[in-house]
C-alpha cells in the first residue's frame, strides 16, 4: 500500500462517482412504489414497496419520512398526471355541463385505470386525505372564479368542492365492486345528480373565456392554443 493510500484512507459507505440528484432519486423510488402497489395491491407495506425500489426501508424513509409522506407524494405524481386531463376537460369548446361531465369522467377512469393506487391514497387515508386535498385546492379555484363570473356568491366553492370529491370517489369505489352499470351510465347518473345543484348557480351561462385561464394556472399548464 503507498503511502498516500495510508495517509487517506477511501471512507466506507457511498462508492466513489457523482451524488445523484435527490429529485431524480425520488421519482424512480415512486415509480418502483406505483409499480409494486398496482402489482402488490393497496395493503402493500413499506417493506415491500422497499424491497421493489431495491433500496432498505431506511432509505425509503429518509427520502419521504414514513408512509403518509410517501402517500402524499404519490398524490402529487397523481394530479400532475390527471392535470392534462382535467385542463382539456375543463377547458373543451362545450358549456359548464359538459366540462362538469367531462371532469367527473377523467376522474372516474382514472379510478378505473389504477383501482389499487386509488385504494392505497384515499380508501386507506394516507397522507391526511393528500390525494383529496390536492384535487379539493384545484376545483376550489376553478368553482371560485366560475361562480364570481356567474355573478354569484363564490362562499361555497370550497365546501361544494370537497362534497363533489367525495361522492365522485365513493361512488366509483362503490362501482369498482358492483360493476351493475356502465361507466358511462355511472358518470351521467353523477352529473344529473350534481348538475342540479351546481346548474342552479347560474354556472351554465358562464362562457368557457370567462375561466379558462384560471382553470390552467390552477392546474399549472397553459392553456391550449394560447
Not at 20 to 46: H, P, S, V
Not at 62 to 76: E, M, Q, T
Request: hydrophobic residues 45%; proline residues 4%.
Amino acid at each position: 500500500m503507498s503511502r498516500d493510500a495510508r495517509d487517506h484512507p477511501r471512507r466506507v459507505g457511498r462508492p466513489p462517482g457523482p451524488t445523484r440528484d435527490k429529485a431524480e432519486r425520488r421519482d424512480e423510488l415512486l415509480e418502483a412504489a406505483t409499480a409494486a402497489i398496482r402489482r402488490i395491491g393497496a395493503d402493500a407495506t413499506m417493506a415491500e414497496l422497499a424491497a421493489a425500489a431495491g433500496v432498505t426501508k431506511p432509505i425509503l424513509y429518509s427520502h419521504f419520512g414514513d408512509k403518509a409522506g410517501l402517500g402524499a407524494a404519490l398524490a402529487k405524481r397523481v394530479v400532475s398526471e390527471l392535470n392534462e386531463t382535467l385542463l382539456g376537460g375543463l377547458v373543451t369548446g362545450g358549456g359548464a355541463e359538459e366540462r362538469v361531465r367531462a371532469t367527473v369522467d377523467a376522474f372516474v377512469g382514472w379510478i378505473e385505470r389504477e383501482p389499487e393506487l386509488y385504494r392505497f391514497l384515499v380508501a386507506d387515508g394516507l397522507g391526511d386525505m393528500a390525494l383529496v386535498s390536492e384535487i379539493g385546492n384545484q376545483i376550489t379555484i376553478v368553482l371560485s372564479t366560475a361562480l364570481r363570473a356567474a355573478g354569484g356568491d363564490s362562499g361555497p366553492a370550497e365546501l361544494w368542492s370537497y362534497a363533489i370529491i367525495g361522492a365522485v370517489f365513493v361512488t366509483a369505489e362503490w362501482w369498482l365492486d358492483r360493476r351493475v352499470v356502465s361507466r358511462t351510465q355511472l358518470v351521467d347518473d353523477l352529473c344529473r345528480l350534481l348538475w342540479h345543484g351546481l346548474g342552479s348557480t347560474g354556472l351554465q351561462d358562464v362562457p368557457v373565456a370567462a375561466v379558462e385561464h384560471d382553470v390552467a394556472n390552477a392546474l399549472g399548464r397553459q392553456v391550449p392554443g394560447s
